[in-house]
């Protein structure tokens, strides 16, 4: 099966990695987004899925806009490819472009179907709490992740589970699904099924504001947005910005969900129940674990943070780093 990949990020390298070790199928060519600079020394940089394109020989195609760039766009349909495999590649195809394959254009989507449409949906679904998500294999048509499915995979989420590290999963899990879904494609052993709109939800690109923190809302909805925008979300410590990178809701309904190591560290802590204050009120500390805020509703222990500058840092560290003290009051972050 000759096969053009499109792609750009992490996420995207397993499922090239995969159809490349299958000797099953042809990567003719990678289509991925322009180099771009990065902050530190603001240097042009390759994205992942180039990095494993020139790895392995595979000529790599780099256009701006791809519905407009016309070489790329006779390139394409030169290739005479049987399929186009799309991860996260990061523009929106034309449907010239998606008539262009024998069996069409495979995307795959990191969520549920017809659940997270759109370009964030492992970072969204964290967010909103959901203790489930998975990948969907898909034909594409013109609309955003509104084409027909093909196959499904699932994988429970744990309340420790950071955007980084469901992506790596769904990755890995995406890559073996799609190699399944070419192979019965090509059989003709799957009957797409178109979505049910009704019950779409979508996954917006996340915003500056998404990450500021409103210590009104309860615990573990700031955990959720901490571990779902990971490593971004701010409050404010001494009229400075302090990222949170690591985050846990106290309480017994959430303490089967931690590691033992974890379960360990807090049984060091004070009984919750005498303690209270106002939303962002530094309300405890406890040697060797850190500080813990009280939010809208029930306590948060913040177990890592950022300090601008700095590199992450432990809570315990950061306690005695600063000289937390109790009393004192995390701001709003924006």
């Keep these: ?28 060519a990678v289509v991925t987004q322009p180099d771009k600079r990065r902050e530190r020394g603001n240097k042009l940089t390759p994205s992942p899925v180039k990095n494993m394109a020139i790895a392995h020989n595979l000529p790599v195609w780099q256009p701006e806009r791809i519905k407009k760039d016309t070489e790329t766009l006779n390139k394409l349909k030169e290739l005479d490819a049987d399929v186009f495999v799309v991860v ?11 008539n262009m394959p024998k069996l069409g254009c495979v995307n795959v989507h990191g969520s549920i179907l017809p659940q997270y449409r759109g370009a964030a949906p492992i970072q969204w679904c964290l967010y909103n709490g959901e203790t489930e998500t998975g990948i969907t294999t898909m034909l594409m048509d013109a609309g955003m992740d509104t084409g027909a499915m093909l196959l499904k995979a699932t994988t429970p989420i744990s309340l420790l589970d950071t955007a980084d590290d469901l992506a790596q999963r769904l990755s890995v899990i995406g890559g073996d699904l799609l190699i399944e879904t070419l192979y019965k494609l090509q059989q003709k052993e799957i009957q797409p099924i178109p979505q049910d709109n009704a019950a779409a939800t979508y996954a917006s690109l996340i915003q500056k504001q998404d990450y500021g923190l409103d210590w009104s ?17 701010t409050t404010t ?5 302090l990222k949170i990178t690591a985050s846990f809701p106290l309480g017994a309904a959430y303490s089967d969900e931690l590691p033992p190591e974890l379960q360990k560290m807090l049984q060091k802590l004070p009984d919750l129940s005498q303690i209270s204050g106002n939303p962002g009120e530094v309300v405890s500390i406890t040697k060797g674990v850190g500080a813990i805020a009280q939010t809208g509703e029930g306590l948060l222990l913040l177990r890592e943070v950022q300090l601008p500058g700095k590199r992450p840092q432990s809570g315990w560290d950061f306690v005695n780093g600063t000289r937390l003290t109790v009393g004192e009051v995390l701001g709003n972050g924006s």
């Design 1 to 28: 099966m000759k096969i053009v990949f499109f792609g750009t990020p992490e996420f995207a390298v397993p499922t090239l990695e995969k159809l490349l070790l299958n000797q099953e199928f042809e990567v003719l």
């Design 217 to 233: 809302r309860s615990a573990l909805q700031l955990h959720n947005q901490i571990r779902g925008f990971y490593p971004n979300c």
């Design 88 to 98: 996260a590649y990061g523009q929106i195809l034309s449907q010239k472009i998606l």
């Design 237 to 241: 410590f001494r009229n400075q910005p």
